[in-house]
């Protein structure tokens, strides 16, 4: 469990910074910077915890699977949105100005990447079981 969450956390800021970096392109920064904050890193490591839902709603539709996603990653965020705020008094994203913005906390504007994102963690996952498991047959 804690290789997979070191991964996941590690995937997780690699995509921050990737997205940023494209935002910012969008935004005509022609170096693309992109950044993100390693308080993110056990945040993104916490998906380590989607995998038994991954098990357990492989059979429902991609769409439906997204959308439970979404909502897992939504609730996420905010608990560690307002734990960081608690704790440190700033939270490392801020959706105020973002139309949809819950509390500056979550912004209903990133369902769909959300739902995209969801996916995206099951062929992840899917190729992390197929890694460890070839690992394993080698080692045998």
């Known amino acids: 469990m804690w290789k997979r969450f070191i991964i996941y956390g590690l995937l997780g800021l690699c995509a921050e ?8 392109m969008l935004r005509g920064d022609v170096l693309l ?13 916490l998906a380590v915890f989607l995998e038994p839902v991954h098990y357990r709603i492989k059979h ?10 979404m909502v897992l990653i939504f609730a996420v965020e905010l608990l560690c949105g307002l734990l960081l705020k608690s704790v440190l008094g700033v939270c490392p994203w ?4 973002k139309t949809l913005s819950i509390g ?30 070839s690992i394993n047959c080698n080692s045998k």
């Open 33 to 45: 910077r992109g950044t993100t904050c390693i308080w993110m890193f056990p945040i993104y490591g």
């Open 104 to 133: 500056g906390i979550i912004t209903l504007g990133y369902a769909p990447v959300w739902i995209v994102v969801g996916i995206i963690f099951e062929k992840i996952h899917d190729a992390i079981i197929c890694i460890e498991s």
């Open 17 to 24: 910074v990737l997205w940023n970096g494209l935002g910012a």
């Open 60 to 69: 429902l539709p991609l769409i439906a699977r997204g959308g439970i996603y």
């Open 94 to 97: 801020n959706y105020e100005n």
